[in-house]
């Protein structure tokens, strides 16, 4: 599975159990815009149709947790170079540094794809 990088965002956003309102709601704007418009906004940043800027990324991990690592990689062979793919969890994108993209204590994998938080819970 190759992740966009908008994909990836969505994909850690909804394993951290966060709505699209619920992220927008605590991100301000300039200009400020409505509830609606920054949930559009969001939608279209994980469906990769604008370009993010380096101070949304950083409002957006202060929301949910994801890996600049494995953002920044996505991100190249988006671009077209050819980079080995990031090891990530086939259903919570959490990558080798765990699902805080920092590392943590107790970490690891239960299979190639699927790490071990996400296997305990199936
Ligand atoms: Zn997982």
């Given at each position: 599975m190759t992740l966009t990088p908008g994909a990836y965002l969505k994909c850690r956003r909804t394993a951290s159990g966060k709505s699209h309102e619920d992220v927008v709601d605590v991100i301000e704007t300039d200009p400020a815009l409505s509830q609606a418009e920054r949930v559009e906004w969001l939608k279209m940043i994980e469906a990769d149709l604008v370009a993010v800027r380096w101070s949304t990324i950083v409002a957006l991990r202060q929301q949910f947790p994801f890996d600049l690592a494995v953002l920044e990689r996505l991100s190249l062979i988006q671009d077209g170079y050819d980079l080995p793919l990031p090891r990530l969890?086939?259903?919570?994108?959490?990558s080798d540094t765990g699902p805080l993209g920092i590392a943590v204590p107790a970490w690891g994998w239960d299979a190639p794809d699927l790490c071990i938080s996400c296997a305990s819970a199936t």
């Open positions: 969890c086939r259903i919570c994108a959490s």
